[in-house]
């Protein structure tokens, strides 16, 4: 069997690193894009001989083409894409400046679509390919102080049902995982340092409890899988049933 070639944007850290070993674990040679060479690098090794490190801002549109062509021309195809890398910003919606919000929209929006769009190129030209990308609770309902985020996320899943309706054509699949409230250290803290806050969340999600990143990873790597071959242009909420909780 050919081994199938994966890129994680935000591998290095949090749910991208938690999918990007869950590929890794599964024979895929897994292209972990990050920022922070040192990040990356250590999570690359911690990986194994699976995965890559590639350091890249996202936002350098311009030099995407060139590393999708780098990645492609190495490893003879690119049969995933995880859409993964994205950044937030905690403030009162009346202070949010423009250069804020635009930062985060071409973090979270332009970057995906841009990245997307050369690696669609080369799915393609082979002829098939999939393409997950990472939403968010935000995107489901109103969340207080997350105006740009919220906006961001929105768009990625109008994004993923307008890629699967134009790439299916191509044998290209498109779809999106919407976390809940995943334990990781950065939420830890945060829902540790407001109890309140932690208790409205377990209240409203019937399972009663935070997700792992490693149930992000599961739903991510069946929706890269021929498991779900049949399946694109959905949005799947991973969140112990909070977008629907009462």
């Not at 850290?13 to 024979?27: Q, R, S, T, V, W």
């Not at 311009?62 to 490893?75: D, G, K, N, T, W």
């Not at 809940?180 to 340092?193: H, P, V, Y």
Request: with cysteine; glycine share 8%.
């Amino acid at each position: 069997m050919t081994q199938k070639t994966a890129i994680v944007t935000g591998g290095n850290a949090g749910l991208g690193y938690a999918i990007a070993k869950k590929f890794c674990e599964n024979n895929i040679k897994t292209y972990i894009i990050g920022r922070s060479v040192e990040k990356t690098e250590q999570a690359a090794k911690e990986m194994g001989v699976n995965a890559y490190p590639l350091i890249l801002d996202v936002t350098d549109l311009e030099r995407l083409p060139e590393v999708v062509s780098q990645i492609a021309s190495e490893s003879s195809s690119i049969d995933i894409l995880v859409n993964n890398a994205g950044i937030n910003q905690k403030k009162e919606f009346l202070d949010v400046s423009n250069e804020e919000f635009q930062n985060i929209i071409n973090t979270n929006v332009l970057s995906v679509f841009a990245i997307s769009r050369e690696v669609a190129k080369v799915m393609k030209a082979q002829g098939a390919g999939t393409i997950v990308n990472i939403s968010s609770m935000a995107a489901q309902y109103g969340l207080p102080k997350v105006i740009a985020y919220s906006a961001s996320k929105t768009a990625i899943e109008g994004m993923t049902r307008a890629m699967a309706v134009d790439l299916a054509q191509f044998n290209i699949r498109v779809n999106c995982v919407a976390p809940g409230f995943i334990k990781t250290n950065m939420s830890s803290k945060a829902l540790d340092s407001e109890p309140e806050r932690k208790q409205r969340v377990l209240s409203r999600t019937p399972m009663g409890k935070l997700g792992l990143p490693e149930d992000i990873a599961d739903a991510v790597y069946y929706l890269s899988s021929d498991q779900a071959k049949f399946t694109t242009g959905i949005v799947m909420p991973v969140d112990g049933g909070n977008c629907i909780g009462f």
